[in-house]
């Protein structure tokens, strides 16, 4: 597609409800990457894939988070027994090269835990 | 870790006016790139600059990677321009992720 494109835009769950984000990359895109962002903070790094294999999610806060990309492409980022905290901005980006060069971001999605 | 530290962290302008933003990082990047982020929170790229200067209409963007810094300049401001904007960078030191600064909060008056 000719952005990221990411969805649900907003997602209202109650606690220790499972919740899935999506995240669809610009066509090609070989890396992919998901952030946090939490109310009036900069982003943060939770997690990166290059192709189908994730190579780092040394981000990802707690074993209730999990990402998978298996064919490549499109991405899921889950998590399990939502509290709280887990409230935020949860923004995804794709770089066509293999080694990170120049991001773009998908709108994000919200997420609020009640 | 690599620190990011931008300023200032709030800005308030009438519009037409011009204003400089700074970004300062405590250790050497391979990549940087300044973004804006709208109010309906959406991050859009402005620049991707490493090193050197760079322009896209009102908006310049210089990085003196040897002095650790990076500015970014608007000219002209418009009311559009309000939001926050972030300064970007990939450290030198084997990571590809990047670590994003504490960020500018701008707002233009009409």
């Known amino acids: 597609g000719a952005g990221v494109s990411q969805s649900p835009r907003y997602k209202v769950a109650k606690r220790g409800q499972d919740v899935a984000l999506r995240c669809d990359p610009i066509?090609?895109?070989?890396?992919l990457f998901w952030y946090q962002q939490a109310l009036g903070q900069g982003p943060e790094f939770l997690t990166y894939?290059?192709?189908?294999?994730?190579?780092?999610k040394s981000g990802l806060p707690s074993d209730r988070f999990f990402a998978e990309r298996p064919e490549g492409s499109v991405s899921t980022l889950k998590i399990q027994r939502t509290q709280q905290e887990d409230s935020a901005v949860y923004l995804c980006?794709?770089?066509?090269?293999?080694?990170?060069?120049?991001?773009?971001f998908g709108s994000g999605t919200r997420l609020t835990v009640v | 870790g690599i620190q990011v530290e931008q300023s200032p962290p709030d800005l308030i302008l009438q519009e037409g006016a011009n204003s400089t933003l700074r970004c300062n990082f405590s250790?050497?990047?391979?990549?940087l790139q300044w973004f804006h982020q709208n109010p309906w929170g959406q991050l859009i790229n402005l620049f991707y600059?490493?090193?050197g200067t760079k322009q896209n209409g009102r908006l310049s963007a210089t990085t003196v990677a040897t002095e650790r810094y990076s500015l970014l300049y608007i000219s002209s401001s418009q009311t559009t321009d309000s939001g926050v904007y972030f300064c970007?960078?990939?450290?030198?030191?084997?990571?590809?992720?990047?670590?994003f600064g504490t960020g500018t909060r701008l707002k233009v008056l009409a």
């Open positions: 980006a794709s770089s066509d090269r293999a080694i990170n060069y120049g991001y773009t």
């Open positions: 066509s090609g895109h070989v890396s």
């Open positions: 894939f290059q192709n189908e294999a994730q190579l780092d």
């Open positions: 250790d050497s990047v391979n990549n």
């Open positions: 600059i490493p090193s």
């Open positions: 970007a960078v990939v450290p030198v030191a084997g990571t590809y992720k990047y670590i």
